[in-house]
Structure formats: structure tokens, C-alpha cells
């Protein structure tokens, strides 16, 4: 069926919320792979603003629904980002060539929106990223070998090859799904880590609460209490046991207050290495958001402080201008970014840490990992987020962190979601929002790098461009084909392998002429229409 304007647009915005069913909270992986087919088709053979347009429309309906999180920080924000990222896609489906070389570029021009979006502005914003709803898939894996970009772009070229089957281009589909399969293959045989022989017991506290909630509107010394009460459920002799981000929150260094004493004091009763996620005011505008590392004997033993932070929730780019526009729950203070290694050494074991936002950002992870982290810490706070856009996707980070690090990981919310990744990226233990929960499991300590932690994202930037302009070299190639159309009229085919190009034109050239004069050929005359259908032919002869 012919797609008009009306039906294109349609079937864009389709295109998106597929996409974005695909992810969590909702985590309908398939839907992944036919939103990318879908794109495929909405972008086949249209002029660059039309391709931009449906860009747009993708865009709307995918970051619409699944960047809703954003209002609980400013409502302007949310309409601001979703409009811009929106437009990023439209940018990247306006320069994906239009014919037959978009199936080749179509999978890289999503890399590298995605990578574009992952690092800018203010340090990008990478969620809603198509490789979190292909978590709990069957792709999953390949997050090992490329991390995200290149899970995302598999997940592409998979719907790529089934659009391709459905428009019965059997060549196409068939080189799409081979790459498929390889990265699947490269996957299985990649590194993976592995184990040190040694292993720990990690104890997650969450104190539970209320969500939807601000620091405004919140007592921090009760955030606090709640703790270390749920922390009296901690089996005493628990090897590390850790705490939520900015549970602990003090108007300077935390050893000169009373919760410091008394977070000393708890690892000290329960004879445990304690993590704990720390908020240090800095004066009236800065503070500082850490992980401090107490001993068994009540001595802070390490600090790691946040280097990613959230914009518009832990500092406020152009705040004189955003001031006036955002509600009164923008944080008054800005953070003070951390300058070390993403990890805490105890004892027990060298620890990557990702303090909340970070986990979103495969960097952070790779760097605790490289500097012999030997088991992944995720400290968060979600609690000022309504619903669990948030944390059901950052769930789905923690698991692909674990599969690219090849690290067991463990996240804890005071609110919620907190759980158990292995580093095949299976859940354990998750817990549900609001309530108090105390989970411990016994896990292995690793070591090694997987190819996505020894190499990270930019080999794959690379591979985008490649393959995008790869993409519009086989498009010109062909255009220019499409000039020697007498040469594939003879030869009875089209440049596809499929039936022979003049009998689809149904043109009768070289037909017999009534009456047979003893079976010579009479060429026939060619009328206006036909001319027109041969130039088409030989300028562009992409499906729809």
C-alpha cells in the first residue's frame, strides 16, 4: 500500500512509541526491532525534509512518553529536551541516504544519535537509549563486545532485515541478519572476565519511604534514621554492606556531625566495611556528593566523590536565565565534581563505584573497572522521581554495566528499585518502591576486561561513520547503475537479482509486430508515459 503524507506521518509517530514500548517501565524487547523496520520503511525514498520530518515524529513519540521523568525537575526542561533530541533525530534521518544505501547507513545514523545524546549538552542525557528495553533480549549479549552503541545498532540492523523481508528483498535481509548472527557469534566468544577465586558478602540496605518526594520537602536527618535502623536487619560479620546515595546529609564534612559518629559506630557493631552515600555542604552554594568506605573499626578508609553530574538536579546550566522559568524545587546548590578514580579500596575488595546518574554513562564503569574494581556499586537515589521511569531503567543500566564489565553489580535506592545484577546481567532480589528491605547475597570478585571496557565507545563511533558513509557510496553507486539500464534490459534482470526489468515496465519492447513478417522483431515506438517510467527507472529505482 502507497504511504501518503498523512499515513507516512502516522506511521512515524507509531514508529516511536514502538520504540519506546520497547523500553522500561514496559520492556516489550521485540517491539525494539520492528520500531527500528518501521523506520526503515517511514525514511525509504523520501526527499531530506521528508525524511527529517519522520525523524521528528520518531522522536516525539519515543522521548515523549519515556522522558516524562523530567518534569520532577523542571517542566520546561522536560518540553526543551524532548524537543531537542527529537530534532537530533530528525538531523541524523535527514543525512541517512534515501535508496537502497540507507539499510546500510540507517544502523549507524542511530549509533551516532545515540552517542551524540549520550554526551551533550551538559554532559549528555543517555536514557531512553534503545539497547536498555534489549536488557532482558537475546542481543543483550553483545553489550560485552560494544557496549550500548553497538547493541543499539544491532538491534537496528535486526529490524533492517526483517523490513527487508517483508519488501521480499532477500539480499538485503540476508546481509543484515549475517551481521546479526556475527555479532551475536563475537559476543559468545568475546572475553568476558573472570573469576579471582575469591567472593563476598554485600548486603544492600534500603530504608524505604515515601516517592515523589524533594529534598525541600524531606527531614534528611529521618532519610537518615530510617537507615540505620533498616541496617539493624545487617548479619553481623557482613563483609560490605551498602547504603543509598545522599542518605546521609550534613551541612559540612560528615566526621564533625553525630551521623558520622554513628555511622562508625554501626560498622563497628556489625563488624562490617560500611558504604555509605554522603551529602557535604561546601558553603551556601556547593556541596559535595560522595561514597565514603568505613572499616570494621569505624574508620573512613576511602571517598570517592560523583564526577557525572545531573544537570538541572545536582548543578543549573545558565541559572540566572532557567531561575526565573523553573519551579521553586531547583536545587539552590550546585555539586562539586569529583576528580578521582571510580572506586573505593577496603580490604575486602577493590570497588567500582557509579553514584546514581553514572550509571547510565558507560565510562563511569569502565573506569572504576580499569583501575581493578573487582565488583560494581551503584548507590541511588530515585526518590524525588514519581512512577519508575527512572529506576525500572535504571535497573536495565545496572544490567548492562554488569554485562560490559563483566562485574557482578549491586544498585540500592532508599526508595527503590535496589537488586543483585549478575555479570551475565540476571536480576536477583529487586525490590519493590516504598518499602524497607535488607537483601544479601554471596557473590564472586573478577577480574579482567571484556572488549567494551578495554576499548570502549570509540571504535564504534567510528564503525557509525564508516557504515553511514558506506551507506551513501552504495547509494550513488547505484544511481549511477541505474544509468546502464539497457545493460540490465538485456541481461534480463535487475540490479536485486529479481525479474526481468522491461516486462515490469510492461514497455513490449522488442514484441513481435502483427502478421510476423517471418518472426522479425519490429521495434516499437515508445509513448510519453513510457519514456517517463524508463527515466524514473534510470535515475532511481528504490522500493518503497
Not at 557482613?238 to 546515595?245: A, F
Not at 566526621?255 to 563497628?268: F, S
Amino acid at each position: 500500500m502507497k504511504l501518503t503524507r498523512g499515513r507516512r506521518a502516522l506511521l512515524a509517530l507509531v514508529t516511536g512509541l514502538c520504540l519506546a514500548a520497547s523500553l522500561p517501565p514496559w520492556g516489550w524487547w521485540p517491539l525494539g526491532i520492528v520500531g527500528a523496520a518501521l523506520l526503515d520503511r517511514v525514511v525509504a525514498d523520501q526527499p531530506w525534509g521528508r525524511r527529517a520530518l519522520a525523524g521528528a515524529l520518531v522522536g516525539l513519540g519515543l522521548l515523549g512518553p519515556t522522558m516524562w521523568w523530567i518534569k520532577d525537575l523542571t517542566v520546561p526542561g522536560y518540553a526543551i529536551a524532548v524537543l531537542f533530541y527529537a530534532a537530533l533525530l530528525a538531523a541524523g534521518t535527514a543525512l541517512c541516504p534515501p535508496g537502497r544505501g540507507r539499510r546500510l547507513a540507517l544502523p549507524g545514523v542511530w549509533l551516532l544519535i545515540e552517542a551524540v545524546r549520550s554526551s551533550w549538552p551538559f554532559g549528555g542525557v543517555p536514557l531512553s537509549l534503545l539497547a536498555m528495553g534489549q536488557a532482558g533480549g537475546p542481543l543483550a549479549a553483545v553489550a560485552r563486545v560494544g557496549g550500548v552503541y553497538l547493541l543499539g545498532l544491532v538491534t537496528v540492523a535486526a529490524g533492517v532485515a526483517l523490513s527487508a523481508a517483508a519488501a521480499r528483498r532477500w539480499r538485503p535481509a540476508a546481509v543484515a541478519a549475517a551481521a546479526v548472527a556475527l555479532a551475536l557469534v563475537a559476543a559468545g566468544v568475546a572475553p568476558r572476565g573472570r573469576d579471582t577465586g575469591r567472593s563476598v558478602t554485600i548486603a544492600f540496605v534500603q530504608g524505604g519511604g515515601p516517592q515523589g518526594t524533594y529534598a525541600i520537602e524531606t527531614d534528611p536527618y529521618q532519610v537518615f534514621l530510617r537507615h540505620l535502623r533498616a541496617s539493624g536487619a545487617v548479619r553481623p560479620g557482613t563483609d560490605i554492606t551498602l547504603w543509598p546515595e545522599d542518605v546521609v546529609d550534613t551541612p559540612g564534612p560528615v566526621g564533625d556531625y553525630e551521623q558520622g559518629a554513628q555511622l562508625a559506630a554501626l560498622a563497628r557493631r556489625k563488624r562490617t566495611e560500611l558504604l555509605a552515600g554522603v551529602v557535604e555542604g561546601a558553603g551556601p552554594t556547593r556541596f559535595r556528593n560522595a561514597s565514603l568506605a568505613y572499616d570494621p573499626s569505624g574508620r573512613v578508609i576511602a571517598r570517592y566523590d560523583k564526577v557525572q553530574r545531573v544537570p538541572f538536579g545536582e548543578w543549573v546550566p545558565f541559572r540566572s536565565l532557567i531561575e526565573n522559568f523553573a519551579p521553586e524545587t531547583l536545587t539552590s546548590r550546585d555539586a562539586i565534581a569529583g576528580r578521582g578514580p571510580a572506586v573505593l579500596r577496603t580490604p575486602k575488595a577493590t570497588v567500582a563505584v557509579a553514584i546514581s546518574w553514572e550509571i547510565f554513562f558507560g565510562r563511569r564503569a569502565r573506569d572504576g573497572v580499569r583501575n581493578g574494581g573487582e565488583v560494581l556499586v551503584n548507590p541511588t537515589n530515585g526518590s524525588t522521581y514519581t512512577g519508575t521511569l527512572v529506576q525500572s531503567q535504571q535497573i536495565a543500566s545496572s544490567r548492562l554495566r554488569a554485562i560490559e564489565t563483566g562485574r557482578w553489580t549491586v544498585q540500592a535506592a532508599p526508595t527503590g528499585f535496589s537488586a543483585f545484577v549478575s555479570p551475565g546481567g540476571r536480576v536477583f532480589d529487586r525490590t519493590g518502591t516504598s518499602e524497607r528491605v535488607v537483601a544479601e547475597r554471596r557473590v564472586t570478585l573478577r577480574r579482567g576486561l571484556t572488549l567494551a571496557t578495554r576499548f570502549g565507545d570509540a571504535p564504534w563511533v567510528v564503525l557509525g561513520l564508516i557504515v553511514v558513509a558506506a551507506g551513501w557510496l552504495l547509494g550513488v553507486r547505484r544511481a549511477h547503475d541505474g544509468g546502464r539500464i539497457g545493460a540490465r534490459s538485456r541481461s534480463g534482470v535487475d540490479d536485486e537479482g529479481h525479474g526481468p526489468v522491461v516486462d515490469q515496465l510492461d514497455l513490449h519492447v522488442g514484441a513481435e509486430a502483427a502478421g510476423g513478417h517471418g518472426g522479425a522483431e519490429v521495434p516499437q515506438p515508445l509513448d510519453d508515459r513510457a519514456h517517463q517510467r524508463l527515466g524514473d527507472l534510470g535515475t532511481s529505482r528504490g522500493d518503497p
